[in-house]
Every structure is written in structure tokens, then in C-alpha cells.
């Protein structure tokens, strides 16, 4: 596996409410990158974190935030849930090198909004 | 923006078949990447092309990347059950990956 971990697993939430998906990097990776995975659809990139700092947005509403730690764990923040919302949220860690990273997805934590 | 678009969206092929799954890019790409997602399960990074007309090979797994580097393609030589899953390109830009919407292959025995 890719060593990187996501929490939780699953979780159910309703519209409106806020939630906070966590993801561990794997070892020695200093970006993280954060993924909505709609079903039956690619992944669509929200954003890139890179040494705490965001470097990269996708097309997403700013009620969708970020953190990035100095162990370079990550937070993804979702305010006022709606239904779209409902979807696998996945991280990516990757070794900023200069050249172009390869990225290594953490297993997803699937949300469903109600 | 970057849109990647692959083709077909599915495939269901007995096991032996060969399989063919193309990407084409609304714009020149620095690179591509190749995931594969099993069903449930989350991408696994299956190869980058850089170059353009490279291509490589995994075993009975073969990648190529146009001249333009617009476009691509993964072509599985004689199926085996266990290939079954999505397969996703990626292109790659500054700090983003765009996905396609993948091909879902499915395979009998």
C-alpha cells in the first residue's frame, strides 16, 4: 500500500452541517493534495497543499478550506454541507521535487450528506 | 481549463480479449499519469509519460504518449480477470492532476 492513511472511513452527515476529513501523508512527503470523487466520475482536484501553504485550487467554493500541518498531515474542511457534497474525498501525497510529482492516494473517506 | 476525455467509458470483454483505452487532452501536456481504481477502492498509479511518442511497457500493460502529447493510450494484451477495474489518465499541470472520467473494464471468464 501507499502508506498514506484517511479518516474516517465513512461518515453521514446532513445538509448544512460542517465536517472535517483528515489525512496522513505517507513518510517523507512534504504535498498534499485533496480529491472529490463523485460516483462514477474521475477524481476533480480541490486543492494542494505544499509546506503548509496552498498551492493550487481547483474549482471549488471557498466553504471548502484547508490545512496542511508541519508533519504535513492534512485537513479538509467542508462548511454548509449540500447533497452534491456527498462523494469520496481522497488525498494524494507526493514528493515535491521540482519535476512533476507522482502522487500516491491515500484510500478515501466516502461521505454522504442527507 | 484543461479538459481530458477518455474513451469508451466501458468495456466488457472475455478473458483473453485484448483492450484499448484512449485520452485525449484539450491541451498539450507535460506529462500523463495512469491510475487504476479497483472497484471500492481508491486510484493506484500505474505509470508517467513524459516524452513525446514514448512508449512503455508493464508486462501485458503498454502506454504510449502522442507526438503532440495530447493524447494517449493503455492497451491491455490478452485480458485476465484481475484487470478488472477503471482506468484513469491524468494530465498533469503545475500542481494539479485532471482526471478523465475513466474506462470501467470488465472482464469473464
Known amino acids: 500500500e501507499t502508506g498514506v492513511t484517511q479518516s474516517p472511513t465513512h461518515l453521514i452527515k446532513t445538509r448544512g452541517q460542517q465536517v472535517t476529513l483528515r489525512c496522513s501523508s505517507q513518510?517523507?512527503?512534504?504535498?498534499v493534495s485533496w480529491y472529490q470523487q463523485a460516483l462514477g466520475q474521475g477524481p476533480q482536484f480541490i486543492f494542494q497543499?505544499?509546506?503548509?501553504?496552498?498551492?493550487g485550487r481547483g474549482n471549488f467554493p471557498p466553504r471548502f478550506s484547508g490545512l496542511q500541518f508541519p508533519n504535513y498531515s492534512s485537513e479538509l474542511n467542508v462548511n454548509a454541507l449540500e447533497l452534491d457534497d456527498s462523494a469520496l474525498y481522497l488525498c494524494?501525497?507526493?514528493?515535491?521535487?521540482?519535476?512533476?510529482?507522482?502522487?500516491?492516494f491515500g484510500p478515501g473517506t466516502r461521505l454522504t450528506v442527507l | 481549463g484543461q479538459q481530458v476525455m477518455q474513451i469508451p467509458q466501458y468495456q466488457h470483454v472475455q478473458e483473453g480479449e485484448d483492450f484499448t483505452t484512449y485520452c485525449n487532452s484539450s491541451?498539450?501536456?507535460?506529462?500523463i499519469q495512469w491510475y487504476k481504481q479497483r472497484p471500492g477502492g481508491h486510484p493506484v498509479f500505474l505509470i508517467q509519460?513524459?516524452?513525446?511518442?514514448e512508449v512503455k511497457k508493464q508486462k501485458r500493460l503498454t502506454f504510449q504518449f502522442g507526438e503532440a502529447k495530447k493524447n494517449s493510450s493503455l492497451h491491455i494484451t490478452a485480458t485476465q480477470t484481475t484487470d478488472v477495474g477503471t482506468y484513469f489518465c491524468?494530465?498533469?499541470?503545475?500542481?494539479?492532476?485532471?482526471f478523465g472520467k475513466g474506462t470501467m473494464l470488465l472482464v469473464s471468464p
Open positions: 494524494a501525497s507526493s514528493l515535491r521535487t521540482g519535476g512533476t510529482d507522482t502522487q500516491y
Open positions: 513518510s517523507g512527503h512534504n504535498t
Open positions: 491524468a494530465g498533469s499541470g503545475y500542481s494539479t492532476l485532471t
Open positions: 509519460l513524459v516524452k513525446s511518442g
Open positions: 497543499y505544499y509546506r503548509e501553504e496552498e498551492n
Open positions: 491541451t498539450t501536456l507535460s506529462n
